[in-house]
């Protein structure tokens, strides 16, 4: 549907901010480098004030970068005002116009660009079909649904056919079911739209669920861009394996190519390029171990607790507390605090930083 | 780190604006000419002579002793003005609020109060208190048989000028108690706390910042009035009324002008201390909405004083409204009571009552729109846009709230009568009908300034940027978006700055001319004479004009608003 699927290529973008409070200058961005590839869906994901909102301001030229060029396309665009930028974008707080109805709301886009009605009133249409609202035009923003609104906020957007499409935590307003389901609703409309999207959410199970790639940003920093996957198995540093998913941090010191001491007992782990005797963090996940009376760590359970779809473990190894998951206890054995235990762990989970 | 590069982004995005940059550019030079060259023309006059710098002419007036006492006599007005006005609005305020009175009669004398200071002309007052109080009044000759009681002087001033006011502070701390949380006061019960100790201990101190807020801008009010000092002061001078007099009585232009720049000090210092001071203050500590419904005191012990404290000063202020109609009407006030239609009839027949109405109506019919669009303009610069000369355009434009007319109009003869600092160039606009609407402008411009920054405040901003996102440029977001959601607040702007500028008196009666007759300078100048039935007949009209455009304004609220069902959305 798209007239053209655009790239969007961040280079060597900061964006500095005066701090309210101290008064002093501070990066919200800072050398951030990116590449959009056209048709894909990348989520811009981190915990608050990370700058992803600042970094989509940017692209959509809301705000200004202090240093560095962005590129739609093959164009600059620095020096576009948002209206004159092939962006289009869908806001947190839906921000339709209240003083429209449903059809003038995402009429409005085409008016400005002075299509005829006959072309506009199709379009509408055709839009409104595509995200579930056929038949809705006449009614007033305010006669809708949370979700409903957003579905116009989406399509407002998606009927002016931009190169690229915007998002600003567009679910966060919404309730926890409703979340998920328009999730998979919002790709669906892109796969078949064909379109590039760039997302904004601080919800990793939302990133992980609609992204082709994930750029991960903390602190104003660009962490991690990588597939979803790479980011949980791979992660750069302890931040990105904190922030997707669950992660637990063994100490460990690196043996040889792939094998890390931890507490004692030398493990099959991802090394990397790390040289020997380099001491390391390993990333295990909740659901990477198992537990028995013997294996390869050993260990002192500190906290057991039943959760239905699995027991949730505490174990003491060395100086770290790690969390494990085990799946379907019913059919396992239960340890008690206290108790002796040996983890064991799956084949490629463990990975050292 | 060096933010040059977004700068000079955000600068060539506003280039690239080429209406937004003209109107910026047409509203700086509006601003300038029209607000700080006047005042900084008056600051030229009374420091510079032929041989220059010189304190010359402060030391002259400030030997003058009528100068000297004026002083004194405004700021001892003001402050009492402004302590008595506090009071009574957080009286009325805290009625309102706390207290359990809904009955149709009640809520009715509230809602006449809470208008008066927007229909009301400014001497009204005045002149009803004469005819109550003075030598012939009804209440003091007839009722009290007290034949040489005088309202002239420092009472009469203040009792009106805190009838005038007191609305005003009332509507202000009305909205901050109803800011307060109930739960706060009913923790202070539950420990123990009576009613009175929870006011002193709970309420009042959270409400003491915008008391202090409250009692400032009177103050500010009171000694820029020039209206009621003028017809009710007597030989008692405030400064506004010796300014009016040094230059139309003394002809001391230099000498005005100095005790203008004193004038406008005083107000200015008032000003900043209310606006950058206790405005921000008395909203901090007040910010949240209230959780839930307060419990109303029914305690007849509180509610029978406080209600007929409150009702008989509002029944006695419409009194004083009243009274006006019938000083038309009767034969000769104070001896002759038989009803006549003489002095509404003078007016039109002896007094070219057609054309000071004319007149009026037409400068503050043209006035009005471009006054409510021109606000609109700015709040929307102000709250959504930025720019460099931001900062100027919202400053000047709150500045202009703090000059006092009188201050102004001297500012305008001085600085235009010779054209821009005497070059000719625009002395073409000095005594035409053209000054007289920007000096309407320049004055309305504050308030309507002010609601359409809270009115934008309230509407997301992500709202207008997703129709810029969409393509609009910015002359389309104001056109499609904005204004017709702040509708409501330009229209208010719109009938304030028509009511306000009809019934304005203060610059205007120094730069009227012969050619135009205005309500206002006819009833100045019939009260003076002491042909109150003329004066009474001409405020009659005016009154019932303001009344009614402000109930045609509320009915096309009503009927075409669209805040209302925006704001029912969420």
Redesign the interface.
Known sequence: MAKEKKGVRLEHISKIYKDPKTGKDFYAVKDANIEIEPGSFVTLLGPSGCGKTTTLRMIAGFESPDEGEIYLGNEPINALTPNKRDTAMVFQSYALLPHYNIFDNVAYGLKLRKMDKETIKKKVIDILSLVGLEGMENRMTNQLSGGQQQRVALARALVIEPGVLLFDEPLSNLDAKLRVSMRTEIRRIQQEAGITAIYVTHDQSEAMAISDKVIIMNGGLVEQISTPQEAYYYPNNKFVADFIGEANFLEGVVKAQDVVEINGADVKCATGSMEKGATCSVVLRPEGAFLGDNGQVQGTVKYSCFMGAYQDYHIQVGNTQVKIQEYNPKNKKIYKVGDSVFLNFEENTLYAL | ???????S??R??LL??PIMVTTIVLLIVFLTVFILYPLAILLVDSFISDEGFTLNTFKRVMDLANFRRAITNTLKVGFLVGIASALIGLLFAYVEVYVKLRTRFMEGLFKVVSMLPVVSPPFVLSLSMIMLFGKAGIITRFLLKIYDNSVYGFWGIAIVQTLTFFPVCYMMLKGLLKNIDPSLEEAARDMGASRFKVFMTVTLPLILPGLGNAFLVTFIESIADFANPMIIGGSYDTLATTIYLQITGAYDKEGAAAMAVILLVITLLMFVIQKYYLEAKSTATLSGKASRERMLITDKSVTVPLTIMCSALAIFVILMYICVPFGAMFKTWGYDFHLTFKWFGQVFTKYKGFKAFKDSFVLSLISAPITALLSMIISYLVVKRKFKAKGFIEAVSMLAMAVPGTVLGIGYIRGFSGGLFGSGILQGLYGTGAILVIVFIVRSLPTGTRSGISALRQI?K??E?????????SF?VFM??TL??IKDSFLSGFVTSFVRSITAISAIILLVTPSYLLITVQINEFAEKGSYGIACAFASILILITYSSVLIMNLVIKHFG?SR??E???
């Open positions: 780190m060096a933010k040059s590069q977004s700068a982004l955000d060539k995005k690239g604006d997301d992500s709202i940027e997703s129709a810029y996102d969409m393509g609009a440029d389309k499609t978006v017709p959601l669209t069902r925006i029912t959305a969420d």
